[in-house]
């Protein structure tokens, strides 16, 4: 037994270092560090621009070309408390959207977090009139200054630009300096003499990434239609079409999302196909197609949200944003989980402390049902090793005969008062602790309240731990999972082994149980793998204090 212990053992450190090396050596540090060197070269790129005018009624998805060098453009700076954009004439997209509050990475010189980055700015506005050209991007001009500080009260800015044939278009926007949601229109003023057919649509194109489930630095096109999240995590080999009352649609990562919310009402269609320039993929929304009579205009509302995806920031703002926030099928148990971490945070001010005192209220509430299933558990495995001698001796009369030897087997136990099956009952404060465990796993890999938390030596509660790599295999040398190895072996040494039968599997199966989620935990986050190592060292505790107890009534 000990010989094969010592084999699992190397074959799990085999696995670890195997799984390293085939995903590549440091992955995720190579991610992150590729991810902040874009961060802190950011500059503005040409703007993309589509093709000119398209047929009416007729507006694919096209691939968007650089502008010429003579195309009109100005850069509006535009400063709140929250974030700093950036806007460019030349079509009055926002290109750039730095977050004042939230950095890249933990690191001290790390750049803002941009929510648009990879992305040709948004929202880009196409219109198309019957009989009359318009260009693509709109060349707007800007009366107002080159820089805007947003600081008391809501600040207005409106670009606009007039054809020869008298047609007056105007977009604006509306910065309130106490939140991301931002408010935009697009009007289109009718100044000839007859009425005219037009066709508006919204169109923002993003890069796809992904690099696993669990990346920080995934970006997936998000969708909220008729009241259903639609999620495409991957670029689309063919164009996906998305029909009903569209609520929003946009593109967000892990913890940050660019949405707009065109408050049209009834139903519409966004349509998602990848684009051929420099692996984009476009998402297109048009409104209902409607004409302006001479000398009247028609006027879009719509909104904009640049920010965290932040579940008190999301649902009070409306519109279901708070939807994009996926905590899977545990989400009644994800929020309260995530209110009572805040809760515990705001009087701890450190989110460690409040996951161990989470553990501690876990623990107190099942203690009755824990310290209960231990007593049990203790008692049982004193019968047994009272017992030993005459199941030693039926084992080895009915050697032969293992139906007659199970049969007297049963016998000694209903004799003595003994149940086979009690041995179960040990497992029940662990079964409980699991959608715990999930909801607190949802929690800390969805929650932007917790990105970059520290706790001790480890600077990222929501990311695996990681020091330094060990020379030669590149694997990350981690301490928390090592501990709650140790601890969870530990605690696996003084519970009672009340198997009736020495053979019997799932005893077996226990023995390896520490090495096993320690391999499995290697690259969870650091929070989840802090609540398992503290939860290890009050079961010590508590087996420690039955073993007393039992050890008290037996002298008594």
Request: charged content about 20%; some cysteine.
């Amino acid at each position: 037994m000990k010989t094969n212990y010592i084999i699992f053992i190397l074959l799990s450190i085999l696995i670890i270092i195997g799984s390293t090396l085939l995903l590549g050596p440091n992955k995720q540090e190579r991610l992150k560090r590729a991810e902040e060197k874009k961060a802190a070269e950011l500059a503005l790129s040409p703007i993309p621009t589509p093709n000119l005018a398209t047929p009416l009624g007729a507006a694919p998805i096209t691939t968007p070309a650089f502008p010429a060098e003579n195309s009109s453009s100005r850069l509006i700076t535009v400063k709140t408390p929250l974030f700093t954009g950036v806007i460019d004439t030349l079509g009055a997209r926002i290109v750039k959207l730095s977050l004042n509050q939230f950095k890249a990475s933990t690191k001290k010189d790390s750049p803002l977090v941009d929510v648009l980055h990879d992305t040709p700015g948004a929202p880009s506005t196409r219109l198309f009139l019957d009989g009359i050209k318009i260009p693509n991007p709109i060349p707007f001009s800007y009366a107002g200054a080159d820089v805007v500080e947003v600081r008391n009260g809501k600040a207005e800015l409106s670009f606009k630009w007039k054809s020869n044939d008298g047609i007056l278009i105007k977009k604006t926007y509306v910065i309130d300096p106490k939140s991301y949601m931002v408010e935009h229109s697009f009007e289109v003023e009718n100044g000839t003499n007859s009425r005219i057919t037009e066709l508006v649509t919204v169109e923002w194109s993003a890069k796809m990434i992904h690099h696993g489930k669990r990346s920080e630095y995934n970006r997936q096109f998000i969708a909220l239609v008729s009241d259903k999240v639609d999620r495409v995590r991957k670029k689309p080999k063919e164009k996906k079409t998305f029909s009903g009352t569209i609520s929003w649609f946009g593109f967000s990562d892990k913890y940050f999302m660019a949405a707009f919310l065109p408050e049209v009402g009834g139903d519409t269609s966004i349509v998602l196909a990848a684009l051929n320039d420099n692996s984009l993929v476009g998402a297109q929304f048009s409104y209902p197609q409607d004409s302006i009579p001479a000398g009247q205009s028609s006027l879009k509302v719509s909104k904009l949200y640049l920010g965290p995806m932040k579940l008190d920031l999301l649902t009070p703002l409306g519109d279901g944003l708070n939807k994009a926030i996926n905590y899977g099928w545990i989400g009644f148990l994800a929020k309260p989980t995530l209110s009572l971490l805040k809760f515990l945070n705001r009087w701890l001010e450190n989110y460690g402390i409040a996951i161990i005192v989470i553990t501690l209220l876990l623990r107190v509430l099942f203690l009755p049902l824990t310290i209960k299933s231990m007593e049990s558990m203790k008692e049982m495995q004193n019968k047994m090793q009272l017992l030993k001698p005459k199941i030693d001796e039926l084992k080895e009369k009915f050697k032969s005969d293992k139906t007659q030897q199970n049969q007297e087997l049963m016998k000694l136990y209903s004799a003595h008062g003994v149940n086979p099956l009690s041995s179960l009952g040990g497992c029940l404060p662990m079964l409980i602790q699991v959608p715990v465990f999930i909801a607190l796993y949802e929690v800390l890999l969805y929650s932007i309240e917790l990105r970059h938390s520290t706790f001790l030596w480890i600077n990222n509660l929501a990311e695996p731990e990681h020091l330094f790599n060990i020379p030669g295999i590149g694997v990350p040398f981690r301490i928390l999972p090592l501990i709650m190895g140790v601890s969870w072996y530990a605690s696996q040494k003084l519970t009672p082994t009340s198997a009736p039968t020495s053979d019997n599997m799932q005893m077996k199966i226990m023995e390896y149980m520490p090495i096993i989620f320690t391999v499995m935990f290697w690259g969870l986050p650091s929070g989840l793998i802090l609540y398992w190592t503290v939860s290890n060292i009050l079961s010590i505790a508590q087996q420690l204090y039955v073993n007393h107890r039992i050890a008290k009534k037996g002298r008594a």
